[in-house]
């Protein structure tokens, strides 16, 4: 079996999961070809591994308009109703009011069919459930492949994605969700007849290679968050909530990782002890929360982070939002803090709580290190896509 992996963007900083997914089924013996509808701009791609898959996957897009043309051509030419039935396919699997986005996906499926079929692809998955998986529900019906989807947060729930999960249900395999509180949403959404097709499959930490935690005795207590800057993070709250904490407790230190539409309305929001280091690698990200003393997020909406669990893998404390799938991962009081998403007040506490009490933090990571192991590892996540692939 051959399979294809498709992404809207692939590498991505943000979705280093996808990497050692495919690495880890590659090694268990499955020959995973990588495929996304877009390529990362040179800044994005800041690791050798990252670099590897660069070279490694094939683009969609950017492409001259001939290389778009010519598979269509061939296609009118030789399958003439199948093309046609595709061509309904995606004007049928769309949201109402006039757009042009089915003949947009309409066009990219079919140049991604071509490669797919040269290549003798005889699966299509796709990592999450939006644009991209459209692309691919569309190739996959064409080809007449089987095809899957991995659904990971609230974006495939919310608006026209929600509104276009029962029929990528209907056309899929099979569709593993990271997490119960994702499985359920699908549920909400879907014609209980599919509900068999839906099954947990974790996003892993690659345990092996994780690096060690440093105790290098400093003085101020260093907070890490790694987020995309975005609205749905609640970074400015998370700066609010750290400068409320940061009177009462003044070695408090707050780093921020990440790039994104609201730096500079954060930038304009920064307090003091605190900096926005932007875009960083994987290996920088790592350097930074093996010598960090509490790891925090402060999301509005979530999958189930996959940097919380890389956290709490070299075994720092972790403050999260009570939200979607973070509970999987993170018992209040036990494998770390949770507060109600936007009650900054609640967050504020949670930060003085853990950096004056070393002994908790102490502890917190030790169950929290334990969570990930029992379960996040990259090796056990794997195992039910290996049973369905």
């Known amino acids: 079996m051959r399979i294809a992996y498709l992404v809207s963007q692939y590498p991505a900083p943000s979705h280093t999961f996808i990497r050692r997914e495919v690495e880890e089924l590659r090694n268990r013996g499955l020959d995973i070809q990588t495929f996304s509808i877009r390529s990362p701009l040179a800044a994005e791609i800041i690791s050798a591994n990252d ?33 046609f039935k595709t061509l309904k396919l995606a004007f049928n699997h769309s949201t109402p009011g006039i757009s042009l986005h089915p003949l947009f996906y309409f066009t990219e499926a079919i140049y991604l069919a071509a490669e797919l079929k040269r290549r003798k692809i005889t699966h299509l998955h796709n990592h999450f459930a939006q644009a991209g998986a459209i692309v691919g529900l569309l190739a996959s019906r ?19 994605a929600g509104s276009l999960l029962n029929d990528k249900l209907a056309a899929a395999e099979f569709v593993p969700c990271v997490s119960y509180f994702g499985r359920a949403q699908v549920m909400r959404l879907v014609n ?8 947990i499959s974790r996003c892993g930490v690659d345990l092996e290679n994780m690096p060690q935690r440093t105790e290098d005795n400093h003085e101020t ?61 994987e290996a920088e990200v790592f350097k930074q929360l093996a010598s960090t003393d509490i790891f925090v997020i402060s999301s509005f909406m979530e999958g189930l982070p996959v940097v919380l669990m890389e956290a709490l893998a070299i075994k720092v404390p972790v403050i999260a939002p009570c939200v979607a799938g973070i509970p999987e991962l993170v018992t209040d009081g036990k494998s770390g803090l949770l507060f109600s998403p936007s009650n900054w007040e609640q967050l504020s506490e949670c930060i003085l709580k853990l950096s004056n009490d070393k002994e908790l933090r102490n502890k917190l990571a030790a169950e929290g290190q334990q969570r990930v192991q029992a379960e996040f590892d990259i090796k056990r996540a794997v195992e039910p896509l290996l049973l369905k692939f």
């Open 142 to 160: 064409y080809l007449n492949i089987k095809w899957s989807f991995t659904v990971h947060g609230t974006s495939e729930f919310d608006g026209a």
């Open 51 to 83: 670099r590897r898959e660069h070279e490694n996957t094939w683009y969609l897009l950017p492409a001259s308009p001939l290389l778009l043309i010519w598979p269509h051509f061939l296609s009118l030419i030789l399958h003439p109703i199948r093309y």
């Open 221 to 281: 207590i260093r907070i890490l968050c790694v987020a995309r800057l975005s609205p749905e993070k609640g970074i400015i709250g998370l700066i609010e909530a750290f400068a409320k904490a940061l009177q009462q407790n003044p070695n408090l230190e707050l780093r921020i990782i990440g790039e994104g539409s609201d730096r500079p309305i954060i930038e304009k929001n920064l307090t003091k002890n605190c900096q926005l280091l932007g875009r960083a690698s």
């Open 192 to 199: 209980p007849i599919h509900w068999s097709k839906l099954f």
